[in-house]
């Protein structure tokens, strides 16, 4: 609220006074391999960061074992699956990165990292895992599942897939994995059965 009422007033000592705390949500520490201390040298922070800032679905850091062949991926979240006015079907930001591509934007659609000079969430650009021509047949089994957006059914669909390589996360290429996507977001049948008051909230909440 006093970094809004700053801007609001032109206080330009508070709003760098709020600009400061503002980087201080990410914490610093100053870290180094434990095998290799690095004895007299400057120890520059590291950033660390929750690791949805890389990539939100834990699969790929799944892959990185070797052992998983199968995976059942949660995605909870507040995106319903939908369709846009082209036909384009919406479901959450930490889908496509996992295909390369970027998370849906209106008007665009889904784009391919790879060739995106300047990409609208550079953060999981290194997230791909799995072909990008993967992509289409999870999104359409997923509407599908969803009961062609109405939510009747629990959006749910076992997808074999092979790996590709990812020094990121350290994925090794052609492996042969199932994944079982379960997509959590409303439920027409669970919200339908609220009391009339909670279901008007909850209408004004997913508007």
Partial sequence: MSALLAHATGDL??????????????????YWPVAKPPVGSTINPTKFADGGSLENSGIAAMLAYGDIDNIIAFTNTSTPITKDSSGIIV??????????????????????????????????????????????????????????????????????????ANPWFGVAANRNVTVLWVYLSASKPGTTSFPPLCRT???????
């Fill in 13 to 30: 000592d508070r709003i760098g006074a709020a600009a400061s705390a503002l980087s201080d949500l990410v914490p610093g520490y100053q």
């Fill in 91 to 164: 479901v959450d930001d930490s889908l496509p990165p996992l295909f390369g591509y970027q998370p849906y934007v209106a008007g665009s659609g889904y784009v391919l990292y790879q060739g995106a000079s300047n990409p609208s969430n550079p953060l999981f650009q290194n997230s791909r895992v799995f072909p990008s021509l993967e992509f289409q047949f999870l999104l359409d089994n997923l509407w599908s599942a969803s009961g062609g957006g109405s939510y009747q059914n629990a959006p749910m669909y076992s997808q074999p897939l092979t790996t590709v």
């Fill in 201 to 207: 909230s909850w209408g004004r909440l997913t508007a």
